[in-house]
């Protein structure tokens, strides 16, 4: 079964800083890995998609990359700012069971100090 | 550019009530999903359908039922609500499985009393 461990739970950094958050997955046999934010009581906002057989995909100042032999995927964040302050979650999408559906990471509770 | 929709948004329940959380999406998705959010223990897959009159069950199936009578809507029912049901509901689509990327709501916060 595809278990997905994001670390650190929870990180606070003063702003302006370049951070990593890391997402861990068991089984390399993926068809993609997204990230997500989500602020308090809200929903779930698609950041970055990466298919299987990419590297790196940037928006902004957001870049994610993907080490799939290895089941790895890193959410680089430069310059934070505190309207980056949310919980970040990483997803695989799986082949088989759940129609491809994610499997989900706990997620990273991301605090920017202004 | 409404993506996906869920109502409601908020609500309080009585053990034993029933209700049905309604999703709507415009994406022309064949495939939607209804998942759990729960502290500590993640986004949990209840149930799923990958096309118009097609459901099928998840991870959690349990104490829930769901319909796909049009392709634009996935329907949640709780039969007989009970505390344990007590969770934020989100729904999510995609074009397909496999390659493609996954659009969720804004979530329905569910209380059962």
């Known amino acids: 079964k595809q278990e997905v461990t994001q670390i650190p739970a929870a990180l606070s950094v003063p702003e302006g800083e370049n951070l990593v958050l890391n997402c861990s997955f068991t089984?390399?046999?993926?068809?993609?890995l997204q990230w997500f934010r989500q602020d308090p009581g809200k929903g779930l906002t698609s950041l970055l998609l990466?298919?299987?057989?990419?590297r790196e995909q940037t928006s902004g100042r957001l870049n994610a990359s993907l080490d799939k032999s290895s089941g790895r995927s890193t959410l680089y964040i430069a310059a934070s700012q505190p309207g980056d302050s949310a919980t970040y979650l990483c997803?695989?999408?799986?082949?088989?069971?759940?129609?491809?559906?994610?499997?989900f990471g706990k997620g990273t509770h991301l605090i920017i100090q202004p | 550019n409404a993506g996906v929709t869920q109502t409601p948004k908020f609500r309080v329940l009585k053990t034993g009530q029933s209700m049905t959380l309604l999703c709507a999406q415009d994406?022309?998705?064949?495939?939607m999903y209804w998942y759990r959010q729960d502290p500590g223990m993640g986004l949990r897959l209840i149930h799923y359908?990958?096309?118009?009159?097609?459901?099928a069950k998840g991870e959690v199936p349990d104490g829930y039922n769901v319909s796909r009578l049009k392709k634009q809507n996935f329907l949640l029912g709780l039969e007989s609500a009970a505390p344990s049901q007590t969770s934020v509901y989100f729904c999510?689509?995609?074009?397909?499985?496999?390659?493609?990327?996954?659009?969720f709501g804004q979530g329905t916060r569910l209380t059962v009393v």
């Open positions: 999510a689509s995609s074009y397909r499985g496999k390659d493609t990327e996954a659009f």
């Open positions: 994406m022309n998705h064949e495939y």
């Open positions: 997803a695989v999408r799986v082949p088989g069971g759940g129609a491809d559906g994610l499997t």
């Open positions: 359908s990958v096309g118009e009159g097609t459901t």
């Open positions: 990466i298919q299987s057989s990419q």
């Open positions: 089984d390399s046999a993926i068809y993609n």
